[in-house]
């Protein structure tokens, strides 16, 4: 009967590339940003011990190291703030959508009616900022499932509700 | 009705259950203290007669113990049927009470090794996705007993009316010893001798600890280092190693093969597939058709000149996929006609034939290119470091070709085909994998690309299901997005259970 997958109309069933997906709220590249920079923190707090307790004789010009760990600070802070516009996701009548990644790029999607279960984080610095991170579970190897980060609390709070309603409906 | 009402009490398992138990007690402990008797024999004559008595009477309060216990741990397993459920009470000081509802079920396995064989009773395991290993383990019930069990919770499950499914049917698939031969010799050697090898490194590191323990660690090294000093001086042995190493590969090979799938029967009955196999440990499986996910069909080119494939289920298991090997099932030594049975069974009137082949964007072709001159360099670097000689590249006139044609080969294997409800994937080398996967099956869908997948327009797709994930690499954009959407819609207008 079907001869090959192009005699099915496409066009008859609904197209996630055409939808819009919605951006996370900027608030959350603030919170990115205090990731990034207590990391480089704690490096640069380590590196300044290390050279002036002179464990390590590398280099006999130590500005360089500074620099190159600056360097790197910067292109993290700019990869994390494409990588931040990238972000989006999209919920949908029977599903729920995420995108995301600047050098590896993915979509995924997850039905409603293959969710085990939904979960809400919150961080320590997202809290102050009123975020939280949106995961949800399927079966099997969950481990690369849904997780959107940087939600509203109110709004995670209703995809949430809206999901288990689904799902019980 | 009367098996229902057979085990609405709380019961125990057969009293040979004991036996069992304490056998088991008894060979888990010498496991773990092999060494200790090891080491008792050794100085033997070293030790004193006083203290022998002691060892003795130790010994023996031991096996009393642990009889003792035994006998516990029978007398507190309880099993019983209720309200669609299976429930367990177990422990002696620690009591478990677990309860299964029957829908949550995926297998119930009937298991003999020598001893259950002898005392002629069934170990009955019941298994759900959940954990790894078999939720509920009954160690002894006899054979009326266990089939009874066994009806009282597929009867249920498969809410069907008709009770009396029972007769014996011809047999969907039976090989014979012959037949297991040529199974055997058409396995994957490799892997064999691989495994071998994983055990006697396993038993090496056993052994030199005791000689550890015993100072005696230099005396084993130097016995080593001797012979494979002498060894590295002489071609013919290397050779001869060579012969030796592939003849106990095929051995091994048939070892495992003739213990594993002895007397290998498969019955089509209802909706499940009963298999029956094994030679020492006598294993029989009842795979439920529902809750296949999906299955690999496998193939190498001796097995083609045979006729034979082997099948993979793959069933829903929970955590990472790869621990649980032993819960995949697998028939060997498939004919095409039965292969076809089976499809159909768990697909039926799902059609592939005639549709044609989708392949890979040459991208992909690139991509294992690259990986494979990566693991080429690698593979150079780690050999020049090690051996420190010019010499040793001369290793790459034989590795490049090798390299080229198994990514050539591997390349043009790579493809995908479907029709409404049902993907197939093919892939592999030297051996041919084809997967198939419904689509309601899918629990979630991803579209991957890399900034350089991007520039050319082509992404992966990859479908999780409960069972693990299944790839297609590197196709057009579009194609990737049409199936991301088909598969969609699939699942979410599905009103199938997946499990």
């Known amino acids: 009967m079907t001869d090959s997958f192009q005699n099915i109309a496409v066009t008859s069933f609904p197209d996630i590339i ?93 039905p409603f009616n293959r969710i085990q279960h939904i979960e809400i984080d919150e961080g320590p610095v997202s809290r102050f900022f009123n975020l939280v991170s949106l995961s949800v579970f399927t079966a099997g190897d969950s481990s690369d499932d849904l997780k959107i980060s940087g939600l509203l609390k109110e709004e995670a709070q209703q995809i949430k509700e809206f999901i288990s309603n689904k799902i019980d409906g | 009705m009367d098996n229902i009402d057979r085990f609405s009490n709380f019961r125990r398992q057969s009293k040979k259950g004991i036996l069992v138990i304490y056998l088991n007690i008894l060979y888990k402990a010498f496991k773990a203290f092999w060494f ?21 009477i130790g010994v023996f309060a031991l096996l009393v113990f642990l009889l003792i216990r035994a006998f516990l741990i029978f007398k507190n397993f309880q099993f019983k049927i209720e309200n669609k459920h299976f429930i367990l009470q177990k422990g002696i000081l620690k009591k478990t009470h677990t309860s299964i509802p029957f829908d949550r079920i995926q297998n119930i396995n009937f298991k003999q090794n020598i001893i259950q064989q002898i005392i002629d009773v069934h170990e009955v395991n019941i298994e759900t996705a959940g954990s790894s290993k078999a939720e509920i383990s009954i160690k002894a019930l006899s054979f009326k007993e266990a089939s009874a069990l066994k009806q009282a919770i597929t009867i249920f499950d498969e809410m069907t009316t008709t009770a009396n499914i029972k007769t014996e049917e011809k047999p969907l698939l039976q090989i014979g010893f012959a037949a297991l031969m040529k199974v055997s010799f058409t396995e994957n050697h490799l892997q064999s001798l691989l495994l071998l090898f994983a055990v006697l490194l396993g038993f090496y590191q056993q052994i030199s600890d ?23 001086n002489n071609v013919i042995l290397i050779i001869g190693f060579l012969i030796i190493l592939s003849v106990i590969a095929v051995l091994s090979s048939t070892v495992r093969v003739v213990l594993r799938h002895f007397n ?25 058709k529902d809750k296949v996910q999906h299955i690999t069909i496998s193939q190498n080119p001796i097995k083609k000149k045979f006729g034979i494939s082997f099948i993979n289920f793959k069933q829903a298991i929970s955590g990472k996929v790869e621990n649980k090997k032993d ?45 494979g001159a990566l693991m080429l360099f690698i593979l150079n670097t780690l050999l020049y470091v090690v051996i420190q000689s010019n010499q040793v590249l001369w290793i790459n006139t034989v590795l490049i070709p090798v390299f080229i044609l198994s990514i050539e080969v591997s390349f043009k294997k790579r493809y995908y085909l479907f029709n409404k409800e049902l993907l197939l994937v093919g892939q592999g080398t030297i051996e041919t994998h084809k997967t198939y996967l419904p689509f309601f099956k899918v629990q979630h869908v991803k579209l991957k690309q890399t900034i350089f997948q991007a520039k050319n327009n082509v992404a992966d797709v990859i479908f999780q299901t409960a069972s693990g994930k299944i790839k297609i690499p590197c196709i057009q954009l579009e194609k990737a997005q049409q199936i991301y959407n088909y598969t969609l819609f699939k699942v979410e207008t599905s009103q199938k259970s997946w499990m």
């Open chain 1, 18 to 110: 055409k939808i819009d997906f919605k951006s996370i709220s900027n608030k959350y590249l603030k919170v990115i940003l205090i990731h990034v920079f207590l990391v480089f923190l704690i490096l640069f707090v380590a590196l300044l011990i290390t050279d002036y307790s002179g464990v390590f004789k590398i280099l006999e010009n130590t500005i360089w190291l500074y620099l190159i760990v600056f360097i790197v600070f910067i292109a993290v802070v700019a990869i994390k703030s494409i990588g931040f516009k990238k972000m989006k996701y999209v919920v949908r009548e029977k599903d729920i959508s995420y995108k995301k990644g600047v050098f590896f790029r993915s979509l995924t999607t997850v």
């Open chain 2, 36 to 56: 200790l008797l090891f080491l008792f024999i050794q100085k033997f004559s070293k030790i004193s007669e006083s203290t022998l008595l002691y060892i003795y």
């Open chain 2, 210 to 232: 005791l000689f550890d323990g015993l100072g005696k660690q230099d005396l084993l090294d130097n016995y080593i280092t001797e012979n494979a000093s002498s060894l590295e």
């Open chain 2, 264 to 288: 290998l029967t498969v019955f089509v009955k209802n909706n499940a597939l009963e298999i029956y196999q094994g030679f020492t440990t006598k294993k029989s499986v009842i795979l439920k």
């Open chain 2, 327 to 371: 819960k995949v099932i697998k028939i060997v030594g498939c004919q095409l006609s039965q292969v076809a049975v089976i499809k159909n069974l768990l697909f039926p009137s799902e059609n592939l034939e005639g549709i044609h082949k989708n392949f890979s964007t040459s991208y992909y072709r690139v991509r294992l290119y690259l990986r």
